[in-house]
């Protein structure tokens, strides 16, 4: 099994649907991190969890809202989609001391 | 966490060794070099990390100069596998739990 599960791996939605992308890491680390990834460019920072009552906003949170369940899960929420938030979502976990593990992403599309 | 530079894109011979370079001048003392790479639109990938000495594992070595402000990942006989986005990232183990990435290096193996 994967350190890292995102679900879906692939969703198509309408414009103003909410939708929700799920991450689930088996590594036991306290950090989770939510990022974008648009065509030809880096990964952007959406929001940032230390544990499940710590909650951060990262470069580029609006329009985006999250929830960390459980120490091993993180979601990530759009209430309303609306199409620039197309793109390319990574959910990522590392520890104190230790690199980062990503998910294989989840690739959304807003119509 | 401090901010890193690197060339858009490189490109290198299959077989020779590639040697893309980073410049992190506003580097502290407790913060370390990471590196991490992309392959096609998949999750990024842990390559190596160091702090003032050079390192090496079995994907990379990892030069860093003198005065940390700069730093050089060397993949010693390049494979078209290689053919990736490679992140270089500056951060303390100790900090915040952000994780920054910026554009990256886009190195293109050539057979």
């Known amino acids: 099994d994967a350190d890292v599960t995102q679900t879906p791996r692939n969703r198509i939605t309408k414009t103003g649907k909410r939708i929700m992308l799920e991450c689930s890491q088996t590594?036991?680390?306290?950090?989770m991190y939510w990022y974008r990834q648009d065509p030809g460019l880096g990964l952007r920072l959406i929001y940032y969890s230390f544990d499940v009552k710590d909650i951060n906003k990262g470069e580029i949170s609006d329009g985006y809202s999250v929830s960390r369940q459980a120490q091993a899960k993180f979601s990530l929420s759009l209430e309303s989609a609306i199409p620039n938030q197309t793109a390319l979502y990574f959910c990522?976990?590392?520890?104190?001391?230790?690199?980062?593990?990503f998910g294989q992403g989840t690739r959304l599309t807003v119509v | 966490d401090a901010k890193t530079t690197q060339p858009p894109s490189m490109d290198c011979a299959e077989g020779r060794a590639a040697n893309l370079p980073c410049n992190h001048s506003t580097i502290s003392g407790n913060e370390y070099v990471y590196w991490y790479r992309q392959i096609h639109s998949q999750g990024p990938q842990y390559i190596i990390h160091g702090l003032k000495n050079n390192e090496t594992n079995e994907m990379a070595s990892l030069i860093i100069t003198e005065d940390r402000k700069s730093s050089t990942l060397i993949l010693p006989h390049a494979t078209l596998r290689d053919t990736a986005v490679y992140y270089c990232i500056v951060r303390s183990l100790d900090s915040s739990y952000k994780l920054i990435f910026g554009s990256g290096t886009r190195l293109l193996v050539r057979p």
């Open positions: 590594k036991g680390h306290d950090r």
């Open positions: 990522a976990t590392r520890g104190e001391n230790t690199e980062a593990f």
